[in-house]
């Protein structure tokens, strides 16, 4: 058992509304049925109509009639980056009678100029109908003078009764188009990065609080075992919107936008202003980090957790620093997970890689038959060529924690954590 040996060598030492979507790609699924929309035809085999969407485009840009832009992430899409991107491009947006009311990240922006203010904060992490009325409001404002609006934040879908509520709610004499904007990330890509951030604690979180509901961290392999009767979301999203129809009779307008063949953010942007050529959207000059993960991140914390259950860390430590400890021992070790002394491993299995990639690819081949996606032009990585990397650097493996410490460095280092670090010592 883990907990012993490592214990012995601590011993030893209803409005007029038109639905309509524009896809930037998405996770998660159902988000509109709050909406009260008609589910009841079946267009399963059906592409989009590209005419709505030409026509849609053609009559926003001759009148008044205001587009809501509401991307509602989610998380691991690239969010942020979309969100600070559009509050630092304010100026640019009004050029084209845009305005961003979406989610602002003030460490991200803290140095761009005319940020607007954030409406929907409040509104999302308090759900007060104080901030509901000042949201509708503003809305109101935007739409009786024709703006269109870009309204984000990747918590939209966990309050789908306030959003509902705040459309019911706003003036019965104006017109708009609701354009829900979601964002898809290839299932290989999207699941690793989902494993992340799902057992990786907050930057913020100093202590061990967040563990005491859950004193465990699966592998990757375990997480994707959790995860295989859950089909693709974006695939259960594109269903929804499949079989929306608006007060006209018409199905939604979509459109993909593919993280991985595009340039998303100035995409996104060349939409909202109406389709402005790219060229003409001002370049990125900072993409927030949607992976951030260092070598060897979460099986950091695992083991820094399995020390700290069997009482093997001193007070003293706070969980990043003992994280910390433990990853920069990891890196001097081995470099790297996939680096040609790496340390034991628990990879996938080969019926689970054979598992993994169907899923990876009826998505794809699904957004492909409806047209939502493109081919990659020749010369492109391949999807299959695209997995097998991600195989071979061995991204979706985990270290084998009671392998590894038994090695020589981890008997003399790992005691060390039982007692206090004294000054200007280094381990």
């Known amino acids: 058992m883990l907990l012993t040996y490592i214990s012995n060598m601590a011993m030893k030492r209803t409005r007029r509304v038109n639905y309509c979507v524009i896809s930037v790609i998405s996770i998660f699924g159902l988000f509109f049925y709050g909406f009260g929309v008609n589910m009841e035809i079946d267009i399963s085999t059906q592409r989009f109509n590209d005419s709505i969407c030409s026509n849609l485009t053609a009559s926003s840009a001759s009148n008044n009639v205001s587009n809501i832009f509401l991307h509602v992430g989610p998380a691991k899409t690239g969010t942020t980056s979309f969100q600070d991107y559009f509050a630092c491009h304010s100026s640019f947006l009004k050029e084209y009678n845009v305005s961003f009311l979406g989610k602002v990240n003030p460490r991200d922006v803290r140095n761009c100029k005319g940020v607007p203010q954030d409406f929907v904060r409040e509104f999302v992490s ?158 990125i000059t900072r993409v927030s980090n949607v992976d951030k993960d260092e070598p060897f991140t979460i099986d950091s914390e695992i083991l820094a957790l399995k020390l700290k259950s069997a009482g093997l860390v001193h007070e003293s430590f706070s969980r990043r620093e003992v994280v910390k400890m433990l990853q920069q021992k990891m890196k001097s070790l081995y470099g790297n997970i996939s680096s040609s002394n790496a340390p034991p491993l628990s990879c996938l299995s080969q019926t689970k890689k054979q598992d993994f990639w169907r899923k990876t690819v009826q998505s794809e081949e699904y957004l492909l038959s409806m047209g939502l996606i493109a081919e990659f032009p020749q010369g492109q990585e391949t999807l299959l060529q695209e997995f097998q990397k991600s195989i071979e650097t061995k991204v979706y493996c985990n270290v084998l924690i009671e392998e590894m410490i038994k090695e020589e460095a981890w008997v003399i280092f790992l005691p060390s954590l039982i007692r206090p670090v004294l000054v200007g010592e280094r381990f």
């Not at 799902?198 to 004193?215: A, M, R």
């Not at 465990?216 to 269903?239: A, D, R």
């Open 126 to 283: 308090n759900k007060s109908s104080k901030a509901m009325k000042e949201l509708q409001k503003v809305l109101e404002a935007r739409i009786s003078l024709g703006q269109h609006v870009v309204l984000s934040n990747e918590e939209f879908m966990n309050i789908l009764d306030l959003i509902n509520t705040l459309f019911r709610t706003i003036n019965d004499t104006l017109e708009y188009n609701i354009i829900p904007v979601i964002a898809y990330r290839r299932y290989h890509d999207w699941i690793k990065s989902l494993y992340h951030f799902e057992n990786k604690p907050l930057w913020f979180d100093k202590g061990w609080s967040s563990w005491d509901k859950h004193l465990y961290i699966p592998t990757f392999q375990q997480f994707l075992i959790g995860q295989q009767n859950n089909s693709h979301p974006s695939i259960e999203l594109v269903h929804t919107f499949q079989t929306l129809v608006t007060r006209k009779n018409t199905t939604p307008c979509v459109q993909v936008l593919n993280l991985h063949s595009d340039d998303p953010i100035t995409k996104f942007a060349s939409i909202v202003t109406g389709g402005t050529h790219v060229s003409l959207v001002p370049p």
